[in-house]
């Protein structure tokens, strides 16, 4: 009978440990906050989806006056089984949902490309409720809380944030981080007032996006600096080692 009661309570302990991971996989979004999805193009095996930090103080392109750096929670190439850089996207948004308190609601910001991004006339409605409906952590693609269901309209419509702004604008493909370290985006404001009417976003800042999983948000004029890789730093040492060595030969 003591047998069965700790298996029994054992089994139990693993339900709500599963449960609990569970729960903080499919956490919901904060309003407001910066947010970052990186997932696989064709919507197979997981996405991972992380809260940065408050986004509502960027509506205008002086708004940061100094680089910020989000270094906690970074994804990792590895998470997306059998996949190189080149089959990854990555998107940044952040939205002031309807009855949030102190939060100036229906405004969004959306990744883009640089020289612009229009977004379509009333859109607004089908585009808060899905957003509203995503979830942070690490999920499958395929689940309908996820990226890839709600924004690129389960694959139909890529990039285009449920269609509001036009096909593929919304999203940057990470294979530069294969080659440079980093990838470049711009992100957009669509202020509450003129949200649901065609128009372009303000762009507010340049968002780069690292191999090491690190994001950096500056100004639109500011140029981000280049992290210098450890490697190249064990390189110059091994150089200067060299040389000394020569030099105390030559002597």
């Known amino acids: 009978m003591k047998k069965r009661m700790k298996k029994i309570m054992m089994l139990l302990a693993t339900t709500m440990l599963l449960f609990g991971v569970s729960g903080q996989a499919m956490a919901s979004l904060t309003a ?26 960027w509506t205008s392109g002086s708004a940061i006056t100094s680089p ?45 490309p640089d020289g612009g991004m229009d977004n379509s006339a009333s859109k607004k409605s089908l585009l808060t409720t899905g957003l509203s409906q995503m979830k942070q952590g690490t999920i ?14 389960n694959g139909t419509n890529i990039g285009s944030w449920g269609s509001y702004v036009g096909n593929g604008m919304g999203v940057k493909s990470l294979a530069d981080l294969g080659t440079t370290g980093f990838v470049d985006q711009y992100l957009y404001y669509y202020p ?17 996006t690292y191999a090491d999983g690190t ?8 140029v981000p600096e280049v992290p210098v890789p450890a490697a190249l730093y064990l390189f110059g040492t091994g150089l200067l080692g060299l040389i000394g060595i020569r030099r105390k030969k030559a002597a």
């Open 32 to 57: 407001s906050d910066l947010i970052r999805v990186v997932y696989k193009y064709d919507g197979s095996g997981v996405e991972v989806a992380t809260d940065l930090a408050g986004a509502t103080g």
């Open 68 to 112: 910020v750096t989000y270094n906690t929670d970074n994804f990792l190439l590895s998470q997306f089984t059998g996949s190189a850089w080149g089959d990854l996207r990555v998107a940044y948004y952040a939205n002031t949902p309807l009855g949030v308190p102190g939060v100036p609601s229906g405004s969004f910001w959306f990744s883009g």
């Open 140 to 153: 499958q693609s395929t689940n309908d809380s996820s990226y890839y269901k709600k924004m690129n309209l």
């Open 192 to 208: 509450s007032a003129t949200s649901n009417n065609a128009g372009t976003g303000v762009q507010v800042a340049k968002i780069r």
């Open 215 to 222: 994001t950096q948000v500056s100004a639109v004029s500011q």
